[in-house]
């Protein structure tokens, strides 16, 4: 049985604790994910993501807001019921552009458009977008901004090495305990998390990791497959023999058909077993289950056109911060990533000679 709205946890500004040295390692965290921007871009002479840099598909939808969703549930954005249209990018999770052969956690990141109210960001305070950005996993297992911190500045040691060994670093699961001991990292800050990354990425549920203000409450944000044609695809393993085989899929699903996805919310009970300061631990889903919000609807559709990909990847930025304040990131993994967003994206859209645009109308995505 789901709790009682009485039973979940108030947000209040004691739901947040500043961890030990944190304006200290969030600073030298981006500053060595500047470093290794610089460092991408003179490989590529092209400013790329310092996460979620490869992309596979680029997607025009609708979320539509369930109708009389209980008032712990009717919060920010799910206030009322009502159709927003969205841009849903797929990508895969390190911040370098390699094979699809070289396994790795997969990204949704969704883009909603009409979104009304003041947001968080100060410089995007009038616009009228909120994003949620989500990945394949519950987890991330460098929770905190101290394990985060000592985990980029061995990636960053590393950067330099050969792309053998670069890759060995991205790999996960099967062989990740090998891989990052190989290269100095303890198993159990792999920063990439566990799970098989060669299950179809349209099968996959996606989360967002670690919580965020839900209105009135704290919360974690899910996007899982509904539609049969996508549950089908869930835990079916993908061969991959080609560098870009995830792209492939995508193109060819959406080419004939379209898809769903259920947008859900899982409320926190318990700050000690559903934390926000450690974005490492699982919330237990038998003391608060995901409850349904809305649904993805996308039409088939051209997924991944060259106009259409140029404008997600070097136009258009996802940020967590994008966000009314009733849907701001919590946990000071989320607070160092104010700073590590706009550093990155200010670098690439300077580098790229492109626009930052948050769009006002889904046309403003090419076809």
């Not at 911190?149 to 950067?159: P, T």
């Not at 990052?180 to 920063?191: F, H, K, M, R, S």
């Not at 990791?209 to 079916?236: H, M």
């Amino acid at each position: 049985m789901s709790p009682t709205p009485l039973s979940y946890v108030r947000y209040a500004d004691g739901v947040e604790e500043i961890q030990p040295n944190e304006d200290q390692l969030t600073d030298e965290t981006v500053a060595s994910m500047a470093r290794l921007n610089r460092f991408m871009f003179e490989k590529h002479r092209h400013a790329i993501r310092d996460a979620h840099a490869k992309s596979h598909g680029v997607l025009r939808g609708e979320l539509h807001i369930y109708p009389n969703l209980p008032a712990h549930l009717a919060q920010g954005a799910f206030r009322e019921a009502k159709v927003y249209p969205v841009i849903i990018r797929l990508s895969s999770a390190p911040g370098a552009i390699g094979s699809d052969k070289q396994s790795t956690n997969k990204g949704m990141a969704v883009k909603l458009i009409g979104v009304e109210g003041k947001k968080f960001l100060a410089d995007k305070v009038d616009e009228i977008t909120q994003d949620f950005l989500m990945v394949n996993d519950t987890i991330i297992p460098t929770g905190d901004i101290k394990s985060y911190h000592d985990m980029q500045l061995k990636l960053e040691k590393f950067a330099h090495t050969p792309e053998g060994f670069q890759q060995a670093i991205s790999t996960v699961a099967r062989v990740a305990s090998k891989a990052l001991t190989a290269v100095g990292l303890e198993p159990d800050i792999n920063p990439i998390g566990p799970g098989d990354p060669n299950h179809h990425l349209l099968g996959e549920t996606y989360h967002t990791l670690g919580a965020i203000r839900y209105g009135d409450y704290v919360a974690k944000i899910s996007a899982a497959p509904l539609s049969e044609n996508v549950k089908a695809l869930t835990g079916q393993t993908i061969d991959v023999q080609d560098d870009g085989t995830w792209r492939d899929l995508v193109v060819d699903f959406f080419r004939t058909q379209g898809a769903e996805y259920e947008l859900r919310a899982q409320l926190s009970t318990d700050l000690n077993t559903m934390p926000v300061e450690d974005a490492s631990v699982e919330w237990p889903a038998d003391q608060s289950p995901y409850q349904p919000l809305g649904k993805i609807v996308i039409p088939a559709q051209e997924a991944y056109s060259p106009a259409r990909r140029v404008f997600a990847d070097d136009v258009l930025s996802f940020n967590p911060f994008h966000c009314l304040p009733e849907h701001r990131p919590l946990g000071s993994i989320n607070r160092a990533r104010i700073k590590a967003y706009e550093s990155s994206a200010a670098y690439r859209h300077h580098m790229n000679a492109q626009p930052r645009i948050e769009p006002r109308d889904i046309s403003e995505l090419p076809d």
